[in-house]
């Protein structure tokens, strides 16, 4: 998409590493990419919160709240999808360079779309794969998803009636399948820290 030549970028008078320096962080977005009831949801708030208890300037973006607002327009077809994620991309990259750590957690079945945002954010973009298998998610299920999809209730499922493609080369992989979720958090929070602090920040 390119933008109107009527639009100009406005100046800056905060630059990102004068907010950095006093947030004692970088600005980042952590993507985190896997199956419905891999655990992002669940995760993503923990990681929230343990970051805000930490005074990290930090903001969950989720796909359910994004669907009732930002993309409630959106339906779940591939070109639906690629807008939802394109437009989620889009404002958790603002953010970042606000100097905010966005943690994302959001389905984002197809790579072309996740590397889209790569592109875009460069060294801010992180890929978390929540690594579990179907069989773990359905199994799961806490919203009833995958028994309405293999009844036919839900069309263009990821997993069921639609690809998930995972990542090649995460900066990381939670194996979310078969360890604790508490052990799932810790391994986001040190990931975090080592990722985006400084200036003894975490």
């Not at 036919?152 to 399948?177: D, H, R, W």
């Not at 040190?190 to 003894?200: K, N």
């Amino acid at each position: 998409m390119t933008p109107s030549p009527h639009i100009t970028r406005p100046d800056r008078h905060l630059a990102l590493p004068e907010r950095e320096r006093r947030n004692g962080h970088r600005g980042g977005i952590l993507w985190l990419t896997g199956l419905s009831a891999s655990g992002k949801s669940t995760l993503a708030a923990g990681l929230e919160r343990r970051l805000f208890d930490a005074r990290w300037q930090v903001l969950m973006l989720d796909g359910d709240d994004v669907r009732h607002g930002l993309c409630a327009d959106l339906g779940f077809s591939p070109g639906d999808r690629a807008e939802n994620i394109r437009r989620v991309g889009e404002a958790a990259l603002l953010m970042a360079k606000g100097g905010t750590l966005v943690v994302a957690a959001f389905i984002s079945p197809y790579r072309a779309d996740r590397d889209r945002i790569r592109a875009q954010a460069g060294g801010m973009f992180h890929e978390i794969h929540l690594a579990a298998d179907l069989a773990v998610c359905e199994r799961r299920d806490p919203k009833g998803l995958y028994a309405r999809a293999r009844a036919g209730g839900i069309a263009e499922f990821t997993g069921i009636s639609a690809p998930y493609e995972p990542p090649l080369a995460p900066e990381l992989v939670v194996e979310t399948g078969h360890s604790p979720v508490a052990d799932c958090l810790e391994a986001l929070v040190r990931y975090a820290g080592t990722a985006f602090a400084i200036d003894g920040g975490a």
